[in-house]
Nanobody, 115 residues
Framework: QVQLVESGGGLVQPGGSLRLSCAASGTSVSMYVMGWYRQAPGKQRDLVATITSAGNTNYADSVKGRFTISRDNAKNTVYLQMNSLKPEDTAVYYC?????????WGQGTQVTVSS
């Protein structure tokens, strides 16, 4: 089973940037579909972005053009670069890894966008 640990969250002003990291351990995630999800208070957990083992990416409409997901298989790490942040991006961000027969979630990292 893969373990996922997120980092990089924090408080940022509107228009600012953050880079989240998701470090995997226990096994290589090079063949996993990796993703970022977020959950705001009182709301459901929603997809933000995914990246396949081949590097194909998919984004929620709300973050297209502002967020970029990437992976470094040598470091067993996935990233989410978030630019032009808005208050509505405030949420707990979760890393997710999936392959047939295995799915894992991280514990989440808080991102707060506020002036």
């Amino acid at each position: 089973q893969v373990q996922l640990v997120e980092s990089g969250g924090g408080l940022v002003q509107p228009g600012g940037s953050l880079r989240l990291s998701c470090a995997a351990s226990g096994t290589s995630v090079s063949m996993y579909v990796m993703g970022w999800y977020r959950q705001a208070p009182g709301k459901q957990r929603d997809l933000v972005a995914t990246i396949t083992s081949a590097g194909n990416t998919n984004y929620a409409d709300s973050v297209k053009g502002r967020f970029t997901i990437s992976r470094d298989n040598a470091k067993n790490t996935v990233y989410l670069q978030m630019n032009s942040l808005k208050p509505e991006d405030t949420a707990v961000y979760y890393c997710h890894g999936f392959r047939i027969g295995s799915t894992s979630w991280g514990q989440g990292t808080q991102v707060t966008v506020s002036s």
